[in-house]
């Protein structure tokens, strides 16, 4: 299985910025639909946001418009700007393939906090 490395994440006020990455060491991703997922503590991975291997993206409602979803194919990277950041945002997130479920291989994910 492809494994994959987050980082990026970090403290942020709420309104405030930031672009965590997802790199895929030795594996070539650019035939997959690369996804973003998020968990919040007591709650359900959810996808945050997925992108096609031609640069196609849709995003969760409630991430829509602050959000944006971005591959470097070349680089075997993807990224998640993430604007206007709001506390319900703090989560671990994760990148994977779109559609894994908790029995595929996951990185270790990136610590997102919004606080003031």
């Known amino acids: 299985q492809v494994q994959f490395v987050e980082s990026g994440g970090g403290l942020e006020q709420p309104g405030g910025s930031l672009r965590p990455s997802c790199k895929a060491p030795?594996?070539?991703?650019?035939?997959?639909?690369m996804s973003w997922y998020r968990q919040a503590p007591g709650k359900e991975r959810e996808v945050v946001a997925y992108?096609?291997?031609?640069?196609?993206?849709n995003y969760l409602n409630s991430t829509n418009g602050r959000f944006t979803i971005s591959r470097d194919n070349a680089k075997n990277t993807v990224y998640l700007q993430m604007n206007d950041l709001k506390p319900e945002d703090t989560a671990v997130y994760y990148c994977?393939?779109?559609?894994?479920?908790?029995?595929?291989?996951w990185g270790q994910g990136t610590q997102v906090t919004v606080s003031s």
């Open positions: 994977n393939q779109l559609g894994r479920g908790p029995g595929a291989s």
């Open positions: 030795g594996s070539k991703i650019s035939r997959y639909i």
């Open positions: 992108i096609t291997g031609s640069g196609g993206a």
